[in-house]
């Protein structure tokens, strides 16, 4: 059976002339379409592309199915929008990705909230990573509403049929290691932490890459001892004297003793939080329950800081 995941592919890839601008258009990689094309090829049994070390040229057979696979995308929207009419408003699941420090520090609190239950939404959660959570989002995925984060202008890529709407920022803050004599929301400038030992994150990630160019930018240079992308590894690591760190408020909201939070001028970023929503899943229901993410967020920032 044809995966309609490869149709959708094939007619971006067809609009826009190469895998690497259809990959860029769907947040996918060049390689990940390129193996879709491949698995097409396989299903329906002909040759779709002619390619080269530089460039792709579609067959006949590729224009052709690209013509009826825009009417076949186009039903199979149809079809979801109806069944998705057809069911109970009183009702509704809510397939969720969310990411981990959401789900650690702002779901529970929401769910415990009498609003929630209100909702009347049944809920069903994956917790992941961004990256994997977008892929859940995709035509025939598994989940109706993806809770992500970006970092400055990090590489994340959605496809073109989902909206977008911000949540809230979640500020990053430099913290030290107690033991080190500096006073919790002491000012320090960025050079004087400059050649101590860090935590940092893996080296290669989007996050990563954003995080050294700051550092570098304000004429810090961290001494890595260690590399963490777990924010609560990273925290326990630093109150037990190992090193610095850059970690998100939300993080803080159960951070270890044994560490202090700095204010450091130079230093300012933060992760840009939203929600990805599918355009037939977009419910009162559901909006309501992205406002209700909203607020809750909010007042847990806001409650760090008194």
Same mark, same amino acid.
């Given at each position: 059976?044809i995966?309609p995941?490869?149709?959708?592919?094939?007619? #971006?890839?067809?609009?826009?002339?190469?895998?690497?601008a259809?990959?860029a258009?769907?947040?996918?990689?060049?390689?990940?379409?390129?193996? @879709?094309?491949?698995?097409l #090829?396989?299903?329906t049994?002909v040759?779709?592309?002619?390619r080269s070390?530089?460039?792709?040229?579609?067959?006949?057979?590729?224009?052709?199915?690209?013509r009826?696979? *825009?009417?076949?995308l186009? $039903?199979? #929207?149809t079809?979801?929008?109806?069944a998705?009419?057809?069911q109970?408003s009183?009702?509704?699941?809510?397939?969720l990705g969310?990411?981990p420090?959401?789900?650690?520090?702002? /779901?529970?609190?929401?769910l415990?909230n009498?609003?929630?239950k %209100?909702l009347?939404? $049944?809920?069903?959660?994956s917790?992941?990573?961004p990256?994997?959570?977008?892929?859940g989002?995709?035509?025939?995925?598994?989940?109706?509403?993806a809770?992500?984060y @970006?970092?400055?202008q990090?590489g994340l890529?959605?496809?073109?049929?989902?909206d977008r709407?911000?949540?809230?920022d979640d500020?990053f803050?430099?913290?030290?290691p107690?033991?080190?004599?500096?006073?919790t929301?002491?000012?320090?400038? *960025?050079?004087? +932490?400059?050649?101590?030992p860090?935590?940092?994150?893996?080296?290669?990630t989007s996050?990563?890459?954003v995080i050294?160019r700051l550092?570098?930018?304000c004429? +810090?240079?961290p001494?890595v001892v &260690?590399y963490s992308d777990?924010?609560?590894a990273?925290?326990e690591?630093?109150?037990?004297g190992?090193?610095?760190?850059l970690?998100?408020? /939300?993080a803080?909201?159960h951070?270890?003793?044994?560490?202090?939070?700095?204010?450091?001028?130079?230093?300012?970023?933060a992760?840009?939080?939203?929600? +990805?929503?599918?355009?037939e899943?977009?419910?009162? @229901?559901v @909006?309501l329950?992205? #406002?209700?993410l909203?607020e809750?967020?909010? %007042?847990?920032?806001? &409650?760090?800081k $008194?």
């Amino acid at each position: 059976m044809i995966n309609p995941v490869h149709l959708r592919t094939l007619v #971006e890839v067809i609009r826009l002339g190469s895998f690497a601008a259809a990959a860029a258009r769907l947040g996918y990689t060049a390689s990940a379409v390129s193996q @879709q094309i491949s698995a097409l #090829e396989r299903d329906t049994g002909v040759t779709l592309f002619h390619r080269s070390a530089r460039s792709i040229q579609p067959t006949e057979a590729a224009v052709v199915m690209t013509r009826h696979a *825009a009417k076949v995308l186009t $039903d199979i #929207e149809t079809l979801m929008a109806a069944a998705s009419r057809a069911q109970d408003s009183t009702s509704q699941e809510l397939r969720l990705g969310i990411f981990p420090s959401l789900a650690t520090y702002v /779901l529970p609190p929401i769910l415990r909230n009498p609003a929630w239950k %209100k909702l009347g939404i $049944d809920l069903r959660v994956s917790v992941a990573e961004p990256a994997q959570t977008i892929q859940g989002l995709r035509a025939g995925g598994e989940l109706d509403v993806a809770l992500v984060y @970006q970092v400055g202008q990090s590489g994340l890529a959605w496809p073109h049929t989902v909206d977008r709407q911000w949540i809230g920022d979640d500020d990053f803050r430099v913290v030290l290691p107690a033991a080190w004599g500096i006073g919790t929301d002491s000012k320090v400038a *960025a050079p004087h +932490l400059s050649d101590m030992p860090w935590i940092m994150h893996h080296p290669g990630t989007s996050d990563a890459t954003v995080i050294e160019r700051l550092f570098a930018s304000c004429n +810090l240079h961290p001494r890595v001892v &260690a590399y963490s992308d777990d924010f609560h590894a990273s925290l326990e690591m630093a109150a037990a004297g190992l090193g610095a760190a850059l970690v998100p408020e /939300l993080a803080l909201l159960h951070r270890p003793a044994g560490v202090v939070v700095l204010d450091v001028p130079e230093i300012r970023l933060a992760r840009n939080v939203f929600a +990805l929503l599918l355009n037939e899943k977009r419910t009162a @229901q559901v @909006q309501l329950f992205v #406002e209700l993410l909203g607020e809750t967020m909010h %007042k847990l920032e806001t &409650a760090r800081k $008194d």
